[in-house]
């Protein structure tokens, strides 16, 4: 497997399920990224790991619950979702160069969850 | 704050011509990242090319060509050539100096043959 990895591609889920989204990298990176993708609306950060560790949480409900056990896999924990967090979930991965320095943080993204809440 | 806007909801553009994608940004940073990324159905974002704020030549990679004009804080995206495969969303994207990325609304291009 190359790129980054994201499973499911698509989830339907009541609002009392409880489910995971997963994502894995395999380009070596350092910082992993949750973002989450609306209808009409620009993509939103959700989540930022660097290093394994969290480094922003871009105001996001405690429904969401992101977990990074290593620096190859992210996961986000669903618990309790509404029907407007449905959207398409997008991971992503980079190799950022440190803090306070610019450059080329290209982000490879995974091809999304698409999430369905009822 | 960072800002980035794409004006062009969408555009039709014919195969084999080349087609101007907008962007503009608002930031007080000094050292920053522009990129554009394609989105095609599947969903997937797709990195297309990057220009550093510092960058003094403007950026291509094959069809695609950033025009990159700093004091207008402009960084459009111009696709030459179009292929019925480049039929997709495209975004505009920015980041600060600490390399987090935000987003423009994207443009949907629809290539004709």
């Known amino acids: 497997e190359t790129g980054v990895t994201q499973t499911p591609r698509h989830l339907v889920m009541g609002m009392t399920n409880k489910k995971s989204l997963k994502c894995e990298q395999h380009?070596?990176?350092?910082?992993m990224y949750w973002y989450k993708q609306s209808a009409k609306k620009p993509l939103e950060l959700m989540f930022v790991?660097?290093?394994?560790?969290?480094?922003e949480n871009n105001s996001v409900p405690s429904r969401f619950s992101p977990e990074c056990p290593n620096s190859s896999h992210l996961f986000l924990h669903l618990h309790t979702l509404q029907p407007e967090d449905s959207a398409l979930y997008l991971c992503?991965?980079?190799?950022?160069?440190?803090?306070?320095?610019?450059?080329?943080?290209?982000?490879?993204f995974g091809a999304g969850s698409r999430l369905t809440v009822l | 704050a960072q800002k980035i806007t794409q004006t062009q909801p969408g555009m039709f553009v014919q195969e084999k011509e080349a087609v101007t994608l907008d962007c503009t940004y608002d930031?007080?940073?000094?050292?920053?990242?522009l990129f554009w990324y394609k989105q095609p159905s599947s969903g997937e974002m797709i990195f297309l090319i990057y220009q550093g704020s510092y960058d003094e030549q403007n950026a291509t990679e094959g069809r695609y060509s950033l025009n990159f004009q700093k004091a207008r804080k402009s960084a459009n995206l111009v696709i030459s050539a179009s292929q019925l495969g480049d039929s997709a969303m495209y975004f505009c994207a920015m980041s600060d100096s600490w390399g987090k990325l935000q987003f423009g609304a994207g443009t949907q291009v629809v290539v004709t043959p």
């Open positions: 790991y660097s290093l394994e560790e969290r480094v």
């Open positions: 992503a991965s980079s190799q950022v160069l440190g803090t306070g320095r610019s450059g080329a943080n290209v982000l490879t």
């Open positions: 930031t007080s940073d000094q050292s920053y990242g």
């Open positions: 380009l070596g990176h350092n910082a």
